[in-house]
Structures are given as C-alpha cells and as structure tokens.
C-alpha cells in the first residue's frame, strides 16, 4: 500500500498547500495511507467510532468553534482522547487561532498539527486530488521511457541490448526523453499507468563507452519531459535465426502492470536494423489504432475478400467448361 510521509507533504513543491507547523512536530513521520478527508467534529463532541486514524483531519470554523463553546474540563478531555487515537495529521484551514488545549495535547501525543490559510472546501478539493494521486499503486520498472510523435513509449530489453542507445538516436530526431534505466510507473484513474523518471537519475542517460550524460543540459528543455502517459510497450529482443516473428501485426500482444494492460511489441534487434525507425514508425501505427484505423486488419480484409473473388471467378469458370 502507497503512503506519503507528513513531512513529504511539507517538503512537496508548488502544490499550493501553503501549509506551516504549529505544534506536533516530533511526529512529522507519521504516515497518510488514504486520500479520503475526515472533518471530526463528531470526535470533539466525544464519539469516536468512526474515526479513521489514517486518514487527514481537518478542522474547520465549525469545529473550533464548537470546541471554544466547551467547557473547560469537556474540551480538555474530548481533545485528550482524540489526540492519543494516534492519527497522521491535523490541520486548521482559514488561518484560524488554535485554542491552547489543541496546542498542548497535539505536542504532548506528537501529533501534527498543521495551519494553512485556505478556506476548509478548497483546501479539501486540492488536497484530495493531490493525495489521490500520490497514494495510487506504483512500481518500477527497468527500461527507457521515450515521448514518440506524443506516444508514450516504454522501451524494454535485458541490459546491454541498446535501449539507451536507440532513446538517444530518438532524442536526436527530436523526440522528449523521460526517464533511462529505472522508470517510476504510477497509476492515475481510470486505469491510466503514467511514467516518470527517479529523482537522482532526472535527465541522465547512461551510454555505454561514453558514460553519464545529461540530456537537459546537452539538448535543451525541449528535449525532457518530467512524466508522460504509456502508451505502447516494446521489448527489444536478440535476432534468433529460425525464431518465428510476427510479420503481419495481428498477434495482440499485452504488457501488464499494476493490473493495467499496455500494447506490447517484441522487436528482433540485429546488425543493419534501424530500430529507432522502427520504433517511430511503430509510435505512429499506434496513433492510428487508438483512431480506430488498424492497418493488419485491413490488409487481411482485402487478402480475405480478394481470395474469395478468386475463389468465385474459378467455381465459375469450372462451372462454364462442366456445361460446355
């Protein structure tokens, strides 16, 4: 199962949280499991059934001031047991004054108690989508991803076959490089499997006899892209003579991952093939399936239907000589 540590979520740029600590922060790593909001005014009032400690609490105006309304002994007890429950995170919206008993027992059970200036519904809204998408299934997977004519192209091979290679001639026909070597995948509702590179290796690819190189700096910005969606699979695979290849592109072939199912294409390597060609070529005939045009298919449809008028012209033509 995913999880964000609280402390990423402070250290995340450019979200727009605008979120500061204000007490708790022994426990800023403890972990979000869910992209679900919890608003626990029913926990302050002392009903904690259906409290889901891991999940983000946020306190709006109405909770606080319901719990300045308390009496002293209630507020301090209620916040008491809510704060020993152990959850991930709490966090003021509105820029509010935090009533010093939340301040206390938020630091003494280590809980993060966190303050942004939003109004509670649009912080909810950004934060929701922001951890749904960060808390989805993700792996890695060994390979190069490529932007191709705006096809995701997720190269695969066993190590040493070119793939970095074939991705560097690519981004030299000025394709976009997105991630050499380790391939972050992650997926994004519905059913959609994007990839991205790994945080140390952004922008660089290794060549074999020429090393590390980074593509930012040697190609310009036009020549990355920091994620982009799979959209096609190809493994690159040693010519084995006498192996049977297919030739006409009716073969469906799948690669899956997290449980989603990309095209996939098995593509022989040997001395004289231009496999970056290939695989442009290969992106392009993507386009036009996802536009519905197959060109396999149609190719078989009129091989079909010409064998069929063959078929009909000689039945006559024996016909004809049976009658004369």
């Known amino acids: 199962?995913?999880?964000?540590?609280?402390?990423?979520?402070?250290?995340?740029?450019?979200?727009?949280?605008?979120?500061?600590?204000?007490?708790?922060?022994?426990?800023?790593?403890?972990?979000?499991?869910?992209?679900?909001?919890?608003?626990?005014?029913?926990?302050?009032?002392?009903?904690?059934?259906?409290?889901?400690?891991?999940?983000?609490?946020?306190?709006?105006?109405?909770?606080?001031?319901?719990?300045?309304?308390?009496?002293?002994?209630v507020a301090e007890k209620n916040v008491e047991q809510f704060c020993s429950l152990g959850f991930s995170c709490l966090i003021v919206t509105k820029g509010q004054n935090v009533p010093p008993v939340l301040l206390e027992k938020t630091e003494k059970y280590s809980v993060p108690l966190l303050r942004t200036r939003m109004k509670s519904s649009a912080f909810i809204s950004l934060i929701s989508r922001f951890l749904e998408e960060r808390l989805l299934p993700s792996t890695s997977v060994h390979g190069v991803l490529i932007d191709v004519f705006g096809v995701g192209v997720l190269l695969m091979g066993q190590s040493g076959i070119g793939k970095s290679e074939c991705a560097l001639d690519l981004v030299l026909r000025g394709h976009r490089l997105v991630a050499d070597d380790v391939v972050k995948m992650r997926t994004k509702l519905p059913a959609v499997l994007f990839g991205e590179g790994n945080d140390l290796l952004h922008y660089h690819m290794e060549i074999r006899g020429l090393g590390i190189i980074n593509i930012k700096?040697?190609?310009?910005?036009?020549?990355?892209?920091?994620?982009?969606?799979?959209?096609?699979?190809?493994?690159?695979?040693?010519?084995?003579?006498?192996?049977?290849?297919?030739?006409?592109?009716?073969?469906?072939?799948?690669?899956?991952?997290?449980?989603?199912?990309?095209?996939?294409?098995?593509?022989?390597?040997?001395?004289?093939?231009?496999?970056?060609?290939?695989?442009?070529v290969a992106a392009r005939n993507q386009l036009l399936k996802e536009m519905g045009y197959h060109s396999a298919r149609e190719f078989q449809d009129r091989l079909e239907r010409r064998i069929a008028e063959t078929a009909e012209l000689h039945s006559h033509v024996i016909i004809g000589d049976s009658l004369e």
């Open 1 to 73: 199962m995913a999880k964000l540590c609280v402390r990423q979520l402070m250290e995340e740029e450019d979200t727009g949280l605008e979120l500061e600590v204000l007490s708790g922060s022994g426990g800023l790593g403890r972990f979000i499991e869910s992209h679900r909001i919890q608003k626990p005014g029913l926990a302050l009032a002392g009903h904690f059934s259906y409290l889901h400690p891991n999940r983000l609490q946020v306190l709006g105006s109405t909770e606080l001031s319901y719990l300045s309304k308390l009496p002293a002994e």
């Open 217 to 280: 700096h040697l190609f310009g910005v036009a020549a990355i892209r920091e994620r982009k969606k799979v959209d096609l699979a190809i493994e690159l695979v040693e010519w084995q003579s006498g192996e049977n290849y297919d030739r006409l592109g009716l073969d469906e072939q799948y690669y899956e991952l997290l449980n989603i199912r990309i095209p996939l294409l098995k593509v022989p390597v040997c001395p004289g093939r231009n496999i970056s060609s290939i695989i442009e």
